[in-house]
């Protein structure tokens, strides 16, 4: 058996053992040998193999692979500029510390520095993103070999899914020729050399990781006693939950939510919603500076990563005493204001003094704002506007399923105006970076890990809501082979022609407008409905709310990849719609 083939096997088969079932290909010349591998193992029933022509997608489809499931997916790619494609992937990884590992590989050493086709500098490609880089030796065969290369990546599982800091790994794999099996390994059973007898015993891993990391909870009167000589816990405080990865959390924070009768406000993908004391518009209210300035808490505790208003941050940066709550190495602190850093989100303090005036401010504050929403929105009668798009189709997600939210207005929409509208569904995005990079693969992704055990009378649904330019930078993701298996995935589009995030910034002021479509909004006209369609994906288009929820009815009884595209009015009419909720807003809030 040749080298490369004999190392490609013996990889593949010990990333198996170490509990890898997810494999991302891209087509390449130089990556045949990890290629021949995982078709073998993909015959055997071992893995699932997903193959895609655009390694950006490829990448992003390993990232939301791994966000669901916690188990890193791998994500193979040729050499050159191919490998520089996953850069992307890597960086969001790396800042939402989800598990991924991307094998590149490259030409030998001896090509490097030569001018030699398709060869560039590939080792360290991905620089601090990842949380270990490996340039692989060129494979000899022999015992040494072997044990080389199944150690080697039960580090890289290792130091992908680290209970501290999991993210990304890279393995550079250098191959030389051939890099095609030999005539007589092309049907060499699973033990022949390089086989599963090469490796340890029943199948295990060649080095199982078995440290222990443990985090405990603490009271929360014990935790302001770290930094104050009076621990006595503040009766007024406010809760803060931003984008994290912990599904303990959210028990956690509605218990002292509850005891101390403070409210909450979360993020879309801080999945808090259905906590007691969760807010709606906590974000909208926070708008309002006059019933901010009133409201200023004794302490804010954050959990994981905050961003998504102003708002909301500037009440961060000016609370007497802020506690974050952050498990990672690089805790996010983005008003650089936590006066302390904690692992887990406390426990309440054994001797809770809670003032019901601050609670009941804020609920009736957040009742008269959603009055005021309801009024401001309904003016628009059955025209679409982005908000109208995120409330019905948060409220089209079944209570067990999942939303996959693209970044800039997408997100905020949910945020402000239909946070309470998703029930128990899962909520999640590309919040570490908060790029519309790769978003259709990462929900592509998501979604294939939630609904790998469904059974198949009773699936879960996955609806994904993002912009018209979010979907044509990613639409690649829809170039699948017919014969893998569809998720069950309604995208929604929200479709304004263009950027309108920037209608709702400094940027969109009139004082711009002679140059704000030219170099913000980038109106290009596209009919994304067509481009979904000429992928051979069911797409409908919608014009008003009733065809709206008539359209998402229609995609999630049919089952598959849909798209459903909702022409909303334009950005300027937009933007006059949500200066006219923040004015009812503000209305409201006065009399309160």
Known sequence: MNASTLQARVLVDELIRCGITDFVLCPGSRSAPLAFALAAAEKRGEIFLHVRLDERSAGYLALGLGKVSGVPAVVVTTSGTAAVNLHPAVVEADHSNIPMITLTADRPPVLRGVGANQTIAQADIFGTSVRLAVDMAVAVSGEQGIRYWRSTMSRVVAASTDAWHPGPVHVNMPFGDPLVPDVLDEDAPATALGGRTDGRADGRPWSADARFVAGLSTPLDDVIGVIMEDNQCPARGIIIVGDHADSEFMGLIDDLGDALGWPIIGEPSGNVSDCDTSLAHGALILADADFAAAHVPDVVITVGRVGLSRAVLRLVADSPLHIAVDPQAQWSDPTRSADIVIAGVPLPPENAVADPDWLDAWQRADVLTAAAVETALSAFGDQLTGMHVARITCSAVPSAGM??????????????????????????????????????????????????????????????????????????????????????????????????????????????????????????????????????????????????????????????????????????????????????????????
């Open 403 to 592: 939303l996959f939210l693209g970044a800039s207005s997408q997100v905020r929409h949910v945020f402000n105006l239909a946070s309470t509208f998703i029930g128990e569904a899962i909520v999640m995005g590309n919040r570490g970076t908060s790029g519309i990079d790769g978003t259709l693969s990462s929900a592509w992704g998501a979604a294939t890990a939630l609904q790998r055990d469904d059974a198949a009378d009773d699936p879960t649904w996955a609806i994904a809501l993002v912009g018209d330019q979010t979907f044509l930078y990613d639409s690649n993701a829809l170039l699948v082979p017919a014969a893998e298996t569809r998720p069950n995935l309604v995208i929604v589009v929200s479709d304004n022609d263009g950027g309108g995030i920037f209608s709702q910034l400094e940027q969109g002021e009139a004082r711009f407008a002679d140059s704000f479509d030219r170099i913000f909004a980038v109106p290009l006209g596209a009919d994304v409905g067509a481009i979904a369609a000429a992928l051979q994906v069911p797409t409908q288009v919608a014009h008003t709310a009733p065809e709206l929820m008539a359209a998402l009815d229609t995609a999630i009884a049919a089952g598959g990849v849909q798209v459903v595209v909702a022409r909303t009015c334009s950005r300027v009419a937009e933007a006059e719609a949500w200066q006219a909720v923040r004015e009812a807003v503000q209305a409201a809030l006065g009399s309160a």
